[in-house]
């Protein structure tokens, strides 16, 4: 049922482009569609915990930027003690592949009793979520074995991106685009050798940083979370614009630095902080566009993706880190898709 492959974690984070692909089916046509605009609300509110939370995240960025609707992502463990106030005007959207993420469902479950409407985003029909909120909407990407979310968070993201750009007079033009994103998926998965090479340099590690910005700063949050959970070393993602007000104070040559920095809108934003990194003696493990010259000079190890509109980066720079963390993991003889503490579906508070 791993379908050769020695875990159901890498099986899945190979399925990748099929399972995008079918979500995308699932968003291109407008069956799909909400009997509301994202646009009606006064503004979106999207709550989730772990990996959804960073897709949820990265779907911010998308939504600032096409929906002009004020839009904030909160830990659903977090906005359920906060007193953060909503009403009838808020659009929640709830991020779940289970779910039954207790503090997703309460969260949601609040939110609706205090006059909000509630999308929920889940992989799992029929689950409490599902039933529980006023909309839902699917992530096509089957069932996920592993305890590290993988091939859920592309399809999360494939509908967010969808949302985002819903009510756009040239929709499909943006939607044709996200369609290209499977192809250049399946090319970043030709190159795993190459990641298991440059990950397994790294497996003896006790500590990393994860740095990006803009839409790459979630993928670095996810890119660490993914390293801790399964191979159990210590990995913090960090906003890149945020390292001088801290973080920078760690770096020495023991401190690789993993940095996502595909040439985006803060492309020589973030090369200046790689200096920093170098001038401290730190190690760069840069995730890219492949035939990033630049970058090829300042890294130590360089990981390429193909060269993509901006805004579909995250599609394909989270690939490596999924690899190198799950490479890591496997070299260290762990038990990859049950990691010790952690259960699939946290239905405690
Ligand atoms: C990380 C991971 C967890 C889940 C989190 C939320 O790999 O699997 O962080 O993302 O427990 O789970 P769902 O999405 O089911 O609500």
């Known amino acids: ?32 569609l909400l009997p509301f605009n994202l646009r009606d609300f006064r503004r979106i509110l999207i709550l989730a915990c772990g990996t959804s939370y960073h897709a949820g995240l990265v779907g911010s960025y998308w939504m600032n930027k096409y929906l002009q609707t004020p839009v904030e992502v909160m830990y659903a463990s977090e906005f359920r003690y906060a007193d953060v106030p909503v ?27 205090k006059g909000a409407t509630v999308l929920s985003l889940v992989n799992v029909m029929g689950s409490a979520l599902d039933r529980e909120s006023d909309y839902t909407l699917y992530t096509h990407a089957g069932p996920e074995i592993g305890v590290a979310a993988t091939k859920t968070f592309t399809s999360q993201l494939a509908v967010l991106y969808s949302l985002a750009v819903s009510h756009l007079p040239d ?27 440059v990950a397994l340099k790294y497996a003896n590690r006790k500590n990393m940083l994860y740095l990006g910005r803009y839409l790459s700063y979630p993928v670095a949050l996810e890119g660490a979370l993914k390293l801790k959970e399964i191979s159990y070393i210590h990995a913090e993602g960090y906003p890149a614009g945020e390292m001088k007000h801290g973080p920078i104070a760690l770096i020495d040559e023991n401190m690789p630095v993993l ?28 995730v890219g566009f492949r035939d990033d010259e630049t970058l090829t000079k300042v890294s130590k190890d360089l990981i390429g993706v193909p060269e993509v509109d901006e805004d579909l980066t995250p ?20 038990d990859v898709d049950q990691p010790r503490n952690l259960a699939k579906t946290v239905t405690v508070e």
């Open 315 to 334: 599609f394909l720079t989270v690939i490596p880190l999924q690899l190198f963390a799950y490479y890591i993991a496997d070299h260290l003889g762990l």
């Open 87 to 113: 009403g009838e005007r808020d659009l929640v959207i709830a991020i779940s592949q289970s779910g039954e993420t207790a503090d997703t469902r309460y969260s949601a479950l609040s939110a609706k009793e």
């Open 1 to 32: 049922e791993r379908g050769g492959f020695k875990h159901f974690m890498l099986k899945e984070i190979f399925e990748q482009p099929r399972t995008v692909g079918d979500t995308i089916k699932g968003y291109v046509s407008r069956d799909y």
């Open 171 to 197: 929709r499909d033009r943006f939607m044709e685009k996200l369609s290209s994103v499977p192809h250049m998926m399946e090319e970043v998965l030709g190159e795993a050798e190459q990641i298991k090479k």
């Open 259 to 286: 940095v996502v920095v595909p040439r985006d809108r803060v492309y020589e934003k973030v090369l200046s902080n790689i200096e920093e990194v170098l001038t401290r003696r730190g190690s760069v493990i840069s």
